[in-house]
């Protein structure tokens, strides 16, 4: 609840009477009606800066002074206006908040802050300024800086001590001795007429005796009885002083029982309170009616609800009693939340939000006590850390530091997401998607290009493609821009797969290099549009594409060959005399060279697999052709053939074929030539030039 206009005009009023003719403070500015914005000029000794140890003395100080919302709970927020080197400030703040909760009285605020920047106080710990600090425990011994004194003179009554010079004045007149005459209590003086008639009779006698010698019969009793009133009289007097002397002793120690409890100091002032008693109690002659006013008024002290609950260690804030802890607590949540405020003025969002954050951990056990609600605060402190990201976030944009920005708005994003949906919540996601999307588009293409100028192709070509795939277009025609990330983009994709397919040729990965080279001659055109590939051509391409393409197939051949795969050999070297005929580069003398050499081992291969077949044609019924030849081995049981070509004469290719036959437990080897006429394409034994077979057993 904030100070009413009354309160604040009072206040206003106070610091005009207390400052108009100080020396040491002048109110050079002030705002609102009635002010709750304040300038101060201060003219004392204080420290501007300290550079290599040495201080810089400076004579005249600003400080800005601003009632918050929740004046005077909330502490006023203070702030430098001139560089102040002192334990307590930061360029922002001053450190006011455990003045404030002892004191909060503007008037006083500002003679505070004086004596702090005079260093006639500061703190020892938990400070704004730890270099400050450090530098008072170095140099104690010039401190203060000033002596002026803020003070404004007044004379207050003081209260009467007793002393043993004048208790004498305690005494009142008429119960004094006259001069001369022995002091007579009240309580043995004689009775009216009783006396002078004593005295008459005792004048006359003496008047009738004068000239003799009286009797000592008569005189002794009349000494006794002098001395016993003068004795009497001298013990009344010391009890009538013991009485004024313990009303004023009551009288000083209730004096001190007033600031005691101002301070919360319940406990001395309880102890002070029982000494007053006890001195009252001890009254038994005098000031009867004082007496009885002190004890009213001290029992009224002691059985009030405030002095109860001071002694148990609570003090009455804001019409409820709190314990220490509770008025800690509150005090160190109030502090935070001007700490904050500070930092928000002051542009400090980040820090404001943390600030925030520590203030609603401390609120969240103080329940209704909490200056401040709790979700509040902790909006508060949403919205200060969600501004401080966007704001860090923007500092990073404007540097063009896209990863750094980005993380920033990522961290503001998932703040928002946790924060109370209102008319601008939406709005706020749809901004700060905005911005992260453009920060991924920006930081994209920034690593491609990295990545470009570095050669690493493949990276570069993903980057650009991921930065592409962030823009909306909206249909038409891309932007200039997005037309260059395109370009970028092809020449990367084409680099890669050139070279790729240049190492994989010179590694003798044929199917690879092939396969790269291919896509990288479907990128050219596009690379070239883009102003890269320059001194690449088409035709180098295709030329490295075909020269793959025969070593491909001269590799597969010799496989082929080693396994005696003739027909697929073949195939091969068809595969490569079709490339070579169906590319423009085909009549060049190294590939008609490689032409020439595949056609002659094709007619090689293709006769070789012909033998190849024959062998096993002949293998597959050499026991019948045995069998026909040699009628003795009809019963006889064949194995182990051998087919071997001999040679071609013509149109026929001679075989000699041979086996194991066994009979009657004996082996024998039966040999023959067996022969295929091309021209009538028939087999046939081979004939000797009689025309007998030719065989052998």
């Not at 109860?308 to 220490?324: A, P, S």
Request: charged share 25%; aromatic share 8%.
């Amino acid at each position: 609840m904030s100070v009413s206009n009354s309160q604040l005009a009072d206040e206003y009023e106070e610091i005009k009477r207390r400052f108009s003719a100080s020396p040491y403070i002048r109110i050079t500015a002030t705002s609102g009606n009635p002010p709750d914005n304040y300038e101060v000029t201060y003219h004392v000794k204080g420290i501007s800066q300290v550079t290599d140890g040495r201080a810089d003395i400076n004579d005249s100080h600003r400080v800005s002074i601003v009632l918050p919302f929740g004046y005077p709970h909330f502490p006023p927020n203070c702030k430098p206006l001139t560089a102040i080197f002192h334990p307590d400030f930061d360029p922002d703040a001053i450190c006011i908040g455990d003045f404030w909760n002892s004191s909060r009285s503007l008037p006083e605020l500002i003679v505070h802050i004086g004596r702090l920047i005079s260093y006639q106080t500061y703190s020892r710990e938990d400070v704004f300024n730890r270099e400050a600090l450090d530098w008072t425990r170095a140099n104690g011994d010039l401190l203060p800086l000033d002596q002026a004194d803020f003070r404004v003179q007044t004379t207050e009554a003081q209260p009467e001590v007793v002393t043993a010079d004048t208790q004498q004045g305690l005494i009142p007149a008429e119960l004094l001795p006259a001069s001369g005459d022995a002091p007579m209590p009240p309580a043995i003086a004689p009775q009216a007429g009783e006396g002078r008639e004593k005295t008459k009779d005792g004048r006359g006698k003496a008047a009738s005796s004068a000239g003799k010698i009286t009797g000592n019969k008569n005189r002794k009793p009349l000494l006794f009885a002098v001395c016993g009133v003068l004795l009497l009289a001298v013990v009344a007097c010391a009890l009538l002083v013991l009485d004024l002397r313990n009303y004023a002793g009551a009288v000083q120690k209730w004096a001190g029982v007033a600031p005691l409890v101002s301070q919360n100091r319940f406990a001395e002032a309880d102890t002070q309170v029982k000494d007053v008693q006890a001195l009252l109690d001890k009254i038994r002659f005098l000031k009867k009616g004082e007496k009885q006013a002190l004890l009213q008024e001290v029992r009224k002290l002691a059985d009030s609800q405030e002095f109860k609950e001071g002694l148990q260690g609570k003090i009455l804030v804001n019409g409820r009693y709190l314990t220490i802890r509770q008025q800690q607590d509150i005090k160190a949540v109030s502090e935070l939340l001007a700490k904050a405020q500070s930092l928000a003025d002051a542009g400090k969002r980040q820090n404001a939000g943390e600030a925030y954050s520590l203030a609603a951990e401390k609120t969240t056990g103080l329940g209704d006590l909490a200056p401040v609600p709790l979700d509040k605060v902790e909006e508060l402190a949403q919205k200060s850390r969600l501004q401080g990201q966007m704001e860090e976030g923007n500092l990073f944009r404007s540097r063009q530091k896209w990863d750094q920005a980005q993380g920033n708005y990522q961290e503001a994003m998932k703040i928002l997401a946790g924060m109370k949906k209102d008319e601008q919540w939406e709005a706020t996601r749809r901004e700060i998607q905005t911005l992260m999307t453009e920060m991924a588009f920006s930081s994209a293409v920034e690593h491609g290009n990295q990545f470009f100028a570095d050669k690493q192709w493949s990276q570069a070509a993903d980057s650009y493609e991921n930065a592409l795939k962030m823009i909306d277009n909206q249909g038409g025609e891309p932007a200039p821009a997005v037309k260059k990330i395109q370009g970028q983009r092809d020449v990367a994709r084409f680099n890669f797969y050139y070279e790729a397919g240049l190492k994989d040729f010179s590694g003798g990965q044929w199917d690879a290099a092939i396969a790269n080279l291919e896509r990288g001659e479907g990128l050219l055109a596009a690379a070239r549009a883009a102003g890269g590939a320059r001194e690449i051509s088409r035709t180098t391409i295709k030329g490295k594409i075909l020269s793959a393409t025969i070593n491909r197939g001269e590799g597969a051949v010799a496989a082929y060959l080693a396994e005696e795969k003739y027909s697929q050999a073949v195939k091969v070297l068809q595969a490569s005399i079709n490339a070579i005929d169906h590319n423009q580069l085909g009549s060049e003398k190294e590939f008609a060279a490689a032409r020439k050499s595949a056609a002659e081992r094709i007619s090689k291969y293709r006769f070789l697999g012909d033998i190849q077949q024959k062998i096993a044609y002949l293998l597959s019924r050499y026991e019948t052709i045995f069998k026909d030849f040699f009628p003795s081995a009809a019963r006889s049981k064949l194995s182990e053939p051998q087919i071997t070509f001999v040679r071609q004469e013509g149109t026929l290719l001679i075989f000699k074929m041979q086996c194991l036959e066994e009979n009657r437990r004996q082996k024998f080897t039966l040999e023959m030539n067996y022969q295929y006429d091309g021209k009538s394409g028939q087999w046939s034994p081979t004939l000797h030039a009689d025309g007998a077979g030719s065989a052998g057993k």
